[in-house]
């Protein structure tokens, strides 16, 4: 029994020690694999990180040399180096500090890195590893070398062409094939490949590809002051690339013209906005919110392969005046009323400040031209400023203006929309009367107003219409100084008929001398008005109209019959 006990005595203290000799050698085994540990508070001897950009939306995807070499995908985990890697610069608040004084933070957006075209989630997985060089990865950290920060992302850049070809740009890079010469830093070359692609947020191909691509252009170019249109500073590689008619679209032109300041300098020194308000072309009845087929950039804008042929146009009115023949690709009817009216005509005369399309519709931002009525004569103000403030105080403007009243006319109903009539011809002051009758004795448009109808043919009987009409008849373009409509109520200041500043009432005497510069009270009062005498209007005139239109007749029935009588007689007498 004694001897059983030993021996089990010997058994567990094997066991114990085995025990312990296991714990040691796992022990010293995680302890060997851990990572060392990292100097913090900005060591200069911390792993050169290229710079944390914000995501770019790249232009150009490099063409990929081979992908055998690189590693395969590995979403789930992570080679032990990197980990050790990601441990450290995941949330690490260290700093480079490089002798200019610039600083670089070592810390990386891990997610984001793992979303990039390098990252985890990627096809192929790039990671710490394969772009940082073994002398770089090595703890501890050999000590940065470049002298700034411009300096050290020169150099970083690098490390791209072990993937990926450089392609054709118009931005000259560094040949690093020698490896890094501080000589190019120093030459100021301007783009490298992360400057563009970014470091650790490198896009897809897909997001390359995005619309957003070109802000990264336009705005890189603002903030340095190189114009976008130099075409010595661009390759063909980009024309026939970004800027293809198979991607070209709206979001495309905007990425370029939708910030704002962007402006065009013309050889005279005219400066224009080239910026665009896509909002405001989207509400327009070109863009996406109308009824209408929408409308790209391309459809007017020809010269959008990039960089953009250079203007032939000396002057920004040059311009705009050229831009206004691409309307009539669509709108042929309303382009030949215009070359009909006074403003072509005027502007082939060498009139340059004549009216195009897009001096009274706008060019992004075209509205419906009369949604409000009012937006019209708005229009016209644009250049006729001094007959609109006219126009805005008398019956018709404040109706127009003040009501939106749809009834009262605005300057295209009396001049026209694209064939704009001169009116100091004879022919449009012969047919002045007729174009007052088309709203004057409509009996349904003056019935709200209780305005007679009767105004035209009270006009044509008496002498003035009679003889204009006469003239209209033989000849219209023949001059006529009888009066019409507008000599005596105006032509854009018609005031109602009992305005201390109208023509008619108590200043009728005035309005005759005018021509009639011997006239009287007697001659102005003789004036009876447009109203046919009525009960209403001019009772005594009804009466004596009524008591002539009975008695003539009868006298004349009656003579007749005396004549009549008498001739029976005197035959009868023979």
């Avoid at 105080?393 to 009834?407: F, I, K, M, T, Y």
Wanted: glycine share 6%; charged share 15%.
């Amino acid at each position: 029994m004694r001897a059983r006990r030993t021996s089990l005595r010997i058994v567990l203290l094997a066991l114990l020690a085995l025990g312990v000799v296991v714990g040691l050698a796992h022990a010293h085994s995680a302890r060997a694999g851990a990572p060392p540990p990292v100097a913090k508070g900005g060591s200069s001897s911390l792993a050169p990180v290229t710079p944390n950009l914000p995501p770019p939306f790249p232009l150009l995807l490099g063409l990929d040399r081979s992908s055998a070499a690189l590693p395969q995908p590995q979403p789930a985990t992570h080679p032990p180096v990197e980990t050790a890697c990601r441990a450290c610069h995941g949330d690490s608040q260290a700093e480079v500090v490089f002798p200019s004084g610039e600083t670089l933070a070592v810390a990386v957006d891990l997610p984001g890195f793992d979303a990039s075209a390098h990252g985890a989630m990627a096809s192929v997985y790039v990671g710490c590893t394969g772009c940082h060089a073994p002398a770089r990865y090595q703890f501890p950290h050999p000590p940065v070398e470049e002298p700034d920060l411009r300096s050290y992302t020169l150099a970083r850049s690098e490390t791209c062409v072990r993937c990926h070809d450089p392609h054709l740009t118009a931005h000259p890079g560094p040949d690093w094939s020698g490896g890094y010469d501080p000589a190019l830093s120093e030459a100021g070359i301007s783009v490298v490949c992360t400057d563009c692609h970014g470091d650790h947020h490198v896009q897809t191909v897909e997001a390359w590809r995005l619309p957003a691509a070109t802000t990264v252009c336009a705005d890189c170019h603002l903030n340095t002051g190189v114009a976008l249109t130099e075409p010595d500073r661009l390759s063909q590689h980009v024309q026939e690339g970004l800027f293809n008619q198979k991607q070209v679209n709206n979001d495309f032109c905007m990425g370029c013209h939708g910030p704002p300041d962007r402006a065009m300098t013309f050889p005279n020194g005219d400066v224009v906005s080239i910026s665009i308000d896509g909002e405001a072309f989207h509400t327009s009845v070109h863009g996406a919110e109308n009824n209408w087929q929408q409308l790209a950039c391309t459809d007017c804008h020809e010269n959008y392969n990039f960089p953009h042929q250079p203007l032939q146009a000396a002057t920004a009115r040059d311009y705009t005046i050229e831009q206004a023949e691409q309307c009539a690709r669509c709108h042929q009817t309303q382009q030949e009323g215009h070359q009909q009216g006074v403003h072509a005509q005027a502007l082939a005369e060498g009139n340059q400040d004549a009216a195009t399309c897009v001096d009274c519709h706008g060019s992004h931002d075209t509205a419906l031209p009369n949604q409000p009525r009012s937006r019209i004569s708005l229009t016209c103000r644009q250049c006729h400023s001094t007959i609109f403030d006219e126009f805005a105080r008398s019956v018709h403007g404040e109706a127009l203006l003040g009501d939106e009243n749809p009834n009262v006319p605005t300057c295209a109903e009396c001049h026209g929309v694209h064939s704009v009539n001169d009116p100091t011809t004879a022919l449009f002051r012969n047919r002045s009367p007729e174009l007052c009758a088309s709203c004057h004795a409509d009996e349904e448009l003056m019935a709200p107003y209780d305005i007679s109808t009767d105004v035209f043919e009270t006009y044509v009987d008496d002498f003035h219409g009679t003889t204009v009409t006469i003239f209209h008849s033989n000849d219209p373009n023949t001059p006529t100084n009888k009066a019409v409509c507008y000599d005596c109520h105006g032509v854009h200041d018609i005031r109602r008929p009992d305005d201390p500043e109208s023509g008619i009432k108590e200043n009728l005497l005035e309005t005759c001398q005018q021509c009639h510069p011997d006239a009287t009270t007697n001659f102005s009062d003789s004036w009876t008005g447009h109203h046919r005498p009525s009960l209403r209007d001019n009772p005594l005139m009804l009466l004596i109209t009524v008591f002539y239109a009975l008695v003539i007749p009868s006298t004349v029935l009656f003579l007749g019959f005396l004549v009549g009588t008498d001739i029976y007689r005197q035959a009868r007498g023979r």
